[in-house]
């Protein structure tokens, strides 16, 4: 699992965002073809299925993915977080963030899904743009130039806000699988949280001003297909259904 994080790290500096966030989702299937094969766990005709379209929705992804970062140097990073539209999403996170915490949680939290799975994917608008910034502006840090001590401080800031972040995602994830079944929330809480990263990310980063039409559509279409493939795996996991099943006749009584 560490090494599995320190390759995600990476992969965040060197890559798009857009690219990085979908295809986590590849651990689902690896994960349960593993599990079918050194556990002993059945894997049914569906989550065969699901295996299929998430690798085939990340192939998707990758064709139609940017094929350059949009921001490659500390200085670029600082411009970027404070640019007004930024600052103004991440107002808006952080007060829909304190009216979920403070107010629904509590009342509505262990009755309805979408409250918890609201808190750890808004908090997402925090984690991946601090893990991104944080590699750019490691690059400066040990660099014996001026704008190695502003580097340093951006570092240790985004550092923070990803500890904070994390910390209380892990809080919220706990409570939800206390109050609700893995699977389901597992899949929800993929689509959701990919979701607002990628559109924090767009605003941030800006990923998306060189993307096509076509480009778009494709990623469109790759994240959908990809989505479908983790509920088939995570939802229907627990059906006791097969190929064999087909060839079943169709006994009807009068």
């Known amino acids: 699992v560490a090494l599995g994080q320190i390759g995600n790290f990476l992969a965040y500096t060197a890559v798009p965002t857009v690219l990085v966030t979908p295809l986590g989702a590849l651990g689902v299937p690896f994960g349960s073809i593993l599990a079918s094969y050194l556990l002993k766990e059945k894997l049914n005709i569906l989550g065969k299925l699901g295996c299929l379209l998430s690798c085939a929705g990340s192939v998707v992804l990758i ?11 500390q200085a670029e990073l600082e411009e970027k977080l ?15 963030l304190l009216l979920l915490i403070f107010w629904i949680a509590p009342a509505h939290g262990p009755t309805n899904i979408m409250v918890y799975i609201s808190i750890c994917s808004l908090l997402g608008s925090f984690t991946v743009p601090s ?9 400066d840090i040990f660099h014996n130039n001026p704008s190695s ?3 340093l401080y951006l570092c240790l800031v985004l550092l923070a ?8 995602q892990f809080r919220y994830i706990n409570k939800a699988l206390e109050c ?13 949280f990919t979701t607002l990263v990628l559109l924090a990310s767009a605003i941030l980063f800006r990923e998306w ?10 990623m469109a279409c790759g994240f959908t297909t990809v989505s479908i493939g983790i509920v088939l795996i995570q939802v229907f996991k627990e059906f006791n259904f097969s190929i064999g099943d087909l060839n079943k006749p169709n006994m009807k009584t009068d």
């Open 180 to 192: 609700f079944d893995s699977s389901v929330f597992g899949a929800i809480y993929y689509v959701v």
């Open 161 to 168: 806000v990803l500890g904070c972040s994390i910390i209380i």
């Open 209 to 218: 001003s060189n993307v096509g039409v076509v480009d778009f559509l494709g």
């Open 63 to 73: 064709i139609h993915s940017p094929k350059s970062e949009s921001v490659t140097t």
């Open 131 to 139: 893990t991104k910034g944080i590699g750019l502006a490691a690059q």
């Open 82 to 96: 404070t640019n007004p539209v930024f600052v103004g999403y991440l107002c808006v996170v952080l007060v829909m």
């Open 149 to 151: 001590q502003r580097a």
